[in-house]
């Protein structure tokens, strides 16, 4: 059984309060309007005088408007909404929900000013300007609407600075991984193969962060030909190559992962090219297929199905071009 609506106090919109009571008396057995204008009136607070010659939904509820509590509860959903942020995570359909409701309570009903409120909710300038450009000569707000779950759900699809992702080896399918152990030749800092077929939290994960030296906010996402570090999650030490120090299996150039910080630490990201052409437009986005290329020797991280005598997979900086072991998404 639906319970009955609360009293008016001010702390309600009318209109919606008016709507929640007729429900209510309409499940009751109550469809005599003049009963239930006076249930109404008899479920508002003392405190906010209602005029005797009150003869419609319609009269009451401008009367309500009127009072200084409506004015009260519009200025309070004016702060909720100037309040309101989208952050990343959050369901888009509830803070969509949400949005309306506090422009409906605020009294928001200009097309541009709810723009103007919808854009300062985005979670950075950068999805905000997106929005802004997409936005601007939208007439239609359900068209807006459309165009923010667009954008918000590229937003959601990017890697940002801070950003702990893992990556995968498309051609052998194997996550990069590292641990606590080091090579026992070329320079003997702590290894980095590929292991697993599904990542692993404890091992596969790394943390995108920016080059030496360097600073970018954290929640910026990572643009194409960007040059970035990957922090290992679970040691916090970097990926990391060299030139001259050969890898053990194929004596191809090692990677290994440097507690250190110095700029050979560095990746150029790109997107992965079978030609010298680079599309490096745009926003590193989840399951791009992507090239990681160390700055200080121009190599490309890669692998291949050679393993170590425990099954993992060795990692190695190899060739300048585009090939087919360089492809990691």
């Not at 419609?56 to 702060?79: C, G, M, P, Q, W």
């Not at 359909?93 to 000013?113: D, P």
């Amino acid at each position: 059984m639906i319970d009955l609506p609360p009293r008016y106090d001010g702390t309600l919109h009318p209109e919606v309060w008016i709507q929640d009571l007729r429900f209510f008396c309409t499940l009751m057995g109550i469809h005599e309007q003049a009963t239930i204008l006076n249930i109404a009136i008899l479920r508002i607070d003392h405190n906010i005088p209602i005029p005797k010659d009150i003869n419609s939904f319609k009269s009451l509820i401008n009367v309500l408007k009127d009072h200084v509590t409506h004015s009260v509860f519009r200025a309070v959903s004016l702060e909720k909404l100037n309040k309101l942020k989208c952050e990343r995570s959050i369901d888009m359909s509830e803070f969509i929900a949400k949005f309306n409701s506090l422009c409906s309570n605020a009294n928001i009903t200009n097309r541009e000013e709810k723009k103007d409120y919808l854009l300062r909710s985005m979670p950075d300038n950068i999805v905000r300007d997106v929005l802004r450009n997409r936005i601007e000569k939208l007439n239609s707000f359900d068209k807006v609407i459309e165009t923010f779950k667009e954008v918000m759900l590229d937003h959601r699809s990017q890697v940002r600075y801070g950003s702990k992702i893992a990556l995968k080896h498309v051609v052998t399918g194997r996550f990069l991984s590292s641990k606590d152990i080091r090579y026992d030749t070329g320079s003997k800092q702590y290894m980095v193969y590929c292991s697993n077929w599904q990542s692993d939290k404890r091992t596969d994960f790394w943390i995108v962060i920016p080059p030496h030296k360097q600073y970018c906010k954290p929640g910026n996402p990572v643009a194409f030909n960007s040059i970035i570090e990957l922090k290992h999650q679970q040691t916090s030490r970097n990926l990391h190559s060299h030139g001259g120090i050969e890898s053990p299996i194929t004596k191809q150039q090692e990677v290994t992962c440097y507690s250190g910080t110095d700029n050979n630490n560095n990746w150029q990201l790109q997107r992965h090219s079978t030609t010298n052409k680079y599309d490096n437009s745009g926003y590193w986005m989840i399951g791009d297929t992507i090239s990681l290329r160390h700055v200080n020797t121009k190599k490309l991280l890669s692998s291949h199905d050679f393993l170590f005598d425990d099954g993992n997979q060795e990692v190695t900086c190899h060739s300048y071009g585009h090939e087919e072991n360089n492809k990691v998404n």
